[in-house]
């Protein structure tokens, strides 16, 4: 068909623009009207109940399971213990020592231990109370300093001292830039453990297909790829009989980015019943699965010049990391690498020590291994801004770096908007002239923060590019979107469409997007660490310009000039300078008359530079490209019940460039919201490994009522690597809420507070600490007046 | 523990459901009903995600016997959208982006829908007290209380 024969071109929509403009999600009317499906809402009409079995002992040596009476049991298909598995797991290939289901010993109270599939309920609960187990119990340590006390059983047979991981890490002259300091301050704070929390309880689906001998794995995963991965490790099964497909799901925030232990035994049930397994985890066993931020205990010394320059920092960071590795190292890696990319900084010593305990397992929540850092930093921060008699904005002006910038620790700063996060807050919460002129008991606290954009170097290193987007193009002129990164609410997909959209000029509407489903969507390493905008946003911009030079192309064959004429306006195209016209549904028929459809691939790794310097560990905190973050709290402080009430969270955030506005608010939101929780109540607490607060009632976190206002300012540095100037939006903001609280209850009424979360009874504590303190500084003002009037007396 | 057949009326719909008297209501609309739009997200009246409205009052249907609910009229999230159209409360949640990942969406618009229904104009501290039974852990509920406060009088009334 040759372009005189078309029909006459009627005014094409013009080219669209979607970068920048703020999008309702893609998936937003699914999930509104209730027709969303989560794991748990999966037709699954004759799967069988899967239910976990777990140990009641918190440390101790397995004598013995037996199972030949629940599996006599009326409707029940099968029980499965840690002796059908092929290999155990763990998301670092180099730390994996977790079975799916105990074995040889459990490590905390609530491991798994075994499992049963059952006709209903009541046959599983029936099978479960009938196994027998016999565990020999050894002695448990729920804290980090005794589990790391001389004498202590090893949790683990290789790592003496109960040590997961020791991290030594020395950069520039420490002790002369302490030495050369005009201020040296050194503190220690404390902050508990704390839980993702995701609405969505955890759940999966799993297909066993005996004949075929294939399975099929439905589940909340943030990174079906490792799910897959760890499934045909465990099971033994060869990756070609797997299928892992991601319904909704509903959050994560870093709980789902590790393969988990319930995922794998629904799979080795459903093989072992030769049917379909659903397995759902009650709120209970959710905790118990765990993964959180661990309790963390940091000392900080650091260094200041005359002008508030940080000459030198030596931090030593002890983390309760629990039972397993999991991410453990990474973790007390990242706690100090992110030390650094902040502020310019003399010199660093960081000491950092994972450490074994007989509890749930500890993962990657919500700003990986930086948050409780953070915390400690900018508190000292605001500490020494007093010391030295400057604003805390001055503080951390004093300190800024300039891009393109090389860390210490060979990390790579491109775009740095913190100057104008500072600017921002500073200015929208009327710090200047509101901060020291507030009524008694309320103040304002400021605090920064930074993240990654991705880790530059992937968990699993296998030289493949770090992000894959195929483009589907067929008859019907719609575009498909294949990606395997999972959209856990994000908007990770409506973010995608919008950047192959903006390349191709074409409306949102002419996409659909697939995720992620290994048996369609190319593999992609995953929602974690906040890859997904940075990395598979430049691998969809890249596959949408492969889509386009292929339509280009098509269309310069029929007006038969050079591709380098065609002007492309998304809906039509033509040759410019003439009024010769193609609209697209045209472009796309002659482009398919060629070679049918179009399948277009758009791939981006991290440069080399960007993925860190070659000291060991030097991979944790590398990413190509750094967000910022600013903030003000301003708080109110009941004087007699110790009670904070937030009043307002001011939060200017770095995200390079805003391809959403309305998602990066809704991030920012969002992140500042889950630091608050941490700073204000949210604990997990344990009795002798015995969760106390494994429920949303106990485990508390905030109400609509008890969530401040939180207003965002968007700075837009552009980042030169990212699409479209884009970088993470989602973490980089929650660490500086905390500090920026503590901040603010010491300007609110005069109590530093070094130990999260900020509870009631310890401001009320510290206010009475700080009472008496007073009430006797002010006894002994006046004996020390009164004394010389004394002596004169006495002398007369 | 026996087993009767309950006369329901959800959405506007009579069914006669075979039940357990220890059957929960969740269990009921999710599994006999296929309407799994509400949501389970505790072990038992902790977050919200089950709201339902039972004769217009917001019901947790997680702790509520479907028994109990004999001759009562329920409503959940698939009644709200007429002819496949969202309504007000459901689009101003959407375009405003009061979901993220969308499971405690279904709990928080039949909260909300019954503060709407009573209060066709509330104040923000009205909106933040109708949904403070709904945990949301994406939002920190700021979207969520800006989309429920635009809805507008004349059309939350439809």
């Keep these: ?796 | 523990m026996t087993a009767r057949v309950l006369q329901l009326h959800v959405n506007g719909r009579a069914h006669a459901v075979a039940a357990d008297d220890h059957l929960l209501l969740v269990d009921v609309l999710r599994e006999r009903l296929a309407l799994t739009g509400t949501k389970q997200g505790c072990d038992g009246g902790e977050c919200g995600a089950c709201t339902v409205l039972v004769d217009g009052e917001p019901r947790l249907a997680c702790i509520t016997l479907a028994a109990a609910v004999e001759g009562r009229k329920v409503e959940t999230i698939e009644s709200l959208s007429s002819q496949g159209r969202l309504s007000a409360l459901q689009r101003a949640l959407h375009e405003k982006l009061g979901t993220q990942c969308g499971f405690c969406t279904p709990g928080m618009v039949m909260a909300a829908e019954a503060l709407l229904r009573r209060t066709p104009q509330p104040s923000e501290q009205q909106v933040r007290e109708a949904i403070a039974g709904n945990l949301c852990r994406c939002t920190g509920y700021v979207k969520i209380v800006e989309a429920v406060l635009s809805v507008s009088p004349t059309e939350a009334a439809r």
Aim: charged share 20%; hydrophobic share 45%.
């Design chain 1, 1 to 796: 068909m040759k372009h005189e024969d078309l029909p006459p071109l009627r005014d094409p929509a013009p080219p669209t623009h979607p970068v920048g403009t703020p999008q309702p999600l893609i998936d937003g009317v699914e999930k509104v009207s209730g027709s969303a499906r989560y794991t748990a809402d999966l037709p699954s009409a004759g799967a069988l109940v899967g239910r976990i079995g777990r140990s009641m002992v918190a440390h101790g040596v397995i004598r013995g399971i037996d199972t030949t009476a629940a599996l006599a049991l009326p409707g029940v298909r099968a029980v499965v213990t840690g002796e059908d598995f092929a290999a155990p797991y763990g998301v670092i290939p180099i730390a994996q020592n977790e079975w799916p289901l105990a074995r040889g010993k459990v490590r905390y109270r609530g491991e798994p231990l075994f499992a049963v599939a059952a006709d209903d309920d009541e046959a599983a609960a029936a099978a479960l109370a009938a196994v027998r187990v016999e565990i020999d119990p050894l002695p448990a340590y729920f804290e980090a300093d005794a589990a790391r006390a001389e004498g202590a059983v090893r949790l683990h047979d290789d790592k003496p001292g109960n040590l997961e991981r020791t991290v030594e890490q020395d950069f520039g002259d420490v002790d002369a830039g302490f030495a050369a300091g005009h201020l040296v301050l050194e503190r220690e704070y404390d902050c508990a453990e704390v839980a993702h929390g995701q609405i969505e309880l955890n759940a999966t689906l799993a297909q066993w297909d005996p004949e075929a001998e294939r399975l099929t794995v439905q589940s909340v995963t943030q990174v079906p790829y490792y799910l897959h991965l760890t499934l045909a490790q465990t099971l033994g099964l060869p990756g070609e009989a797997i299928r892992v497909i991601k319904p909704f799901v509903g959050g994560g925030f870093g709980h789902r980015v590790e393969p988990l232990n319930f995922e794998m035994v629904c799979a080795a049930l459903a093989r072992a019943a030769g049917g379909t397994v659903k397995l759902e985890l009650s709120r209970e066993e959710v905790f118990l699965t765990h993964r959180g931020r661990p309790a963390t205990k940091t000392k900080l010394k650091v260094g200041f010049g005359r002008g508030g320059e940080i000459t030198a920092v030596a931090a030593e960071v002890v983390q309760r990391g629990g039972a397993y590795a999991g991410y453990g190292l990474v973790t007390i890696l990242y706690a100090g690498a992110l030390l650094h990319a902040l502020y310019r900084i003399g010199a660093v010593r960081y000491r950092g020590y994972r450490v074994y305990t007989n509890l749930p397992p500890c993962g990657a929540m919500r700003g990986h291994g930086a948050v409780n850092v953070r915390f400690a930093f900018e508190s000292l921060l605001d500490e020494a801004a007093a010391a030295l008699g400057v604003d805390p904005f001055t503080l951390r002006r004093a300190n800024l770096i300039e891009p393109p910038y090389r860390t210490l620790n060979d990390l790579q700063v491109n775009s740095y908007g913190l100057p104008a996060c500072l600017d921002a807050v500073e200015r929208a919460s009327g710090w200047r002239e509101r901060r020291g002129a507030l009524p008694p008991g309320r103040g304002l606290g400021m605090a920064c923060s930074h993240y990654v954009s991705g880790s530059a170097k992937p968990v699993h290193w296998s030289g493949e590019p770090h992000a894959v987007v195929n483009l589907r193009l067929d008859f019907d002129g719609g575009i498909t979107l294949l990606t395997g990164a999972s959209d856990i609410g994000q908007g990770s997909s409506t973010l995608l469409v919008q950047v192959a959209a903006e390349v191709l000029l074409l409306p949102m509407r002419r996409f659909r997007v697939i995720s992620a489903d290994s048996a369609l969507t190319p593999k992609d390493n995953g929602s974690y660490s906040s890859r997904v905008s940075f990395m598979v946003g430049n691998a969809a911009l890249r596959a949408a310009e492969a889509l386009k030079r292929s339509l280009v192309e098509a269309a310069a064959k029929q007006f038969e000039c050079a591709a380098g004429d065609i002007e492309w306006l998304g809906e039509s195209c033509g040759v410019a300078g003439t009024d010769r016209r193609l609209s697209f549904p045209q472009v796309v028929r002659a482009a398919l008359a060629e070679n049918g459809p179009l399948t277009a691939q758009g791939t981006w790794s991290t440069p080399p530079e960007t993925q860190g310097g070659r000291f060991r560990g030097a991979a944790v905190g590398s990413t190509a490209g750094f967000s910022y973050a600013a903030q003000v709290v301003e708080v109110e402080v009941d004087a007699d019940t110790g009670a904070l009430k937030v009043v307002k969270c001011w939060v200017a955030h770095d995200c390079g460039r805003a391809i959403n506005p309305l998602a990066v608010q809704g991030q920012v939101q969002g992140a500042v919201w889950m630091g608050l929780g941490q700073a204000m109540a949210e604990e997990t607490r344990y009795h002798e490994g015995l969760p106390l607060a494994a429920n949303l009632l106990d485990y508390r976190i905030a109400t609509a009522v008890e969530s401040p206002p939180i207003e965002v300012t968007l700075v837009e540095s552009l980042d030169p690597l990212g699409p479209f100037g884009a970088k993470e939006a989602s973490e980089g903001g929650l660490h500086s809420t905390p500090p920026a609280l503590a901040a603010a209850v010491q300007d609110a009424c005069g109590v530093r507070l070094a130990r999260l979360p900020l509870l009631p009874e310890r401001v009320l504590e510290a206010l009475t600490h700080k009472r008496r303190d007073d009430k006797a500084a002010a006894a002994r003002a006046a004996r020390a007046q009164a004394l010389p009037d004394r002596i004169a007396e006495e002398a007369r």
